[in-house]
T-cell receptor
């Protein structure tokens, strides 16, 4: 299973943009990049995913490097409710795929 | 309506007891999962069922036995509980595996404390 590496923690001021990095140097051509986040005392929730092109949705944007060995989740204006652990996951469609969660990045948002 | 619901939310029990955690999803998904989150917050997959059939079993001790009476339910029974079983257990569901566009939907977790 391909591995992802994320910083353990990051801090951001409220209403400022946040860039959460993820390294996945062993990514294969068919691996999709997914992001989930886990709010305190809740289960993880889907944020965004992509393959090669940058992606935007109402929650965030995903910027994928040209060589796909890294990606960045962008929260355009952090709010206190965005304080969570953010997981970057690679999903490979080959046989029985499974979501492998790493240790994630704990984002702290300062008021 | 809660999409993925699990009960109980908290479970405190003695070592050696047998306990069950129930999970139900109303999303019409074909696949359900059990994940374990330990004290270091590391999320690890335990089991996955697709249409009531076991498709992933991640080297979990035999004391853990999942049961899927229908595709909307996946219960987790744990025999002879040990201290190391203390963790938060999450149920999740998704559409059929192989569809990378599909998302995982998680329940809110069951915090199991073995004394």
């Amino acid at each position: 299973d391909a591995k992802t590496t994320q910083p353990n923690s990051m801090e951001s001021n409220e209403e400022e943009p946040v860039h959460l990095p993820c390294n996945h140097s062993t990514i294969s051509g068919t691996d999709y990049i997914h992001w989930y986040r886990q709010l305190p005392s809740q289960g993880p929730e889907y944020v965004i995913h992509g393959l090669t092109s940058n992606v935007n949705n109402r929650m965030a944007s995903l910027a994928i490097a040209e060589d796909r060995k890294s990606s960045t989740l962008i929260l355009h204006r952090a709010t206190l409710r965005d304080a969570a652990v953010y997981y970057c996951i690679l999903i490979r469609v080959s046989g029985t795929y499974k979501y492998i969660f790493g240790t994630g990045t704990r984002l702290k948002v300062l008021a | 309506d809660t999409a993925v619901s699990q009960t109980p939310k908290y479970l405190v029990t003695q070592m050696g007891n047998d306990k069950s955690i129930k999970c139900e999803q109303n999303l019409g998904h074909d696949t359900m999962y059990w994940y374990k989150q330990d004290s270091k917050k590391f999320l690890k997959i335990m089991f996955s069922y697709n249409n009531k059939e076991l498709i992933i079993n991640e080297t979990v001790p035999n004391r853990f036995s999942p049961k899927s009476p229908d595709k909307a339910h996946l219960n987790l029974h744990i025999n002879s509980l040990e201290l190391g079983d203390s963790a938060v257990y999450f149920c999740a569901s998704s559409q059929a595996p192989g569809q990378v566009r599909e998302k995982l939907f998680f329940g809110s977790g069951t915090q199991l404390s073995v004394l």
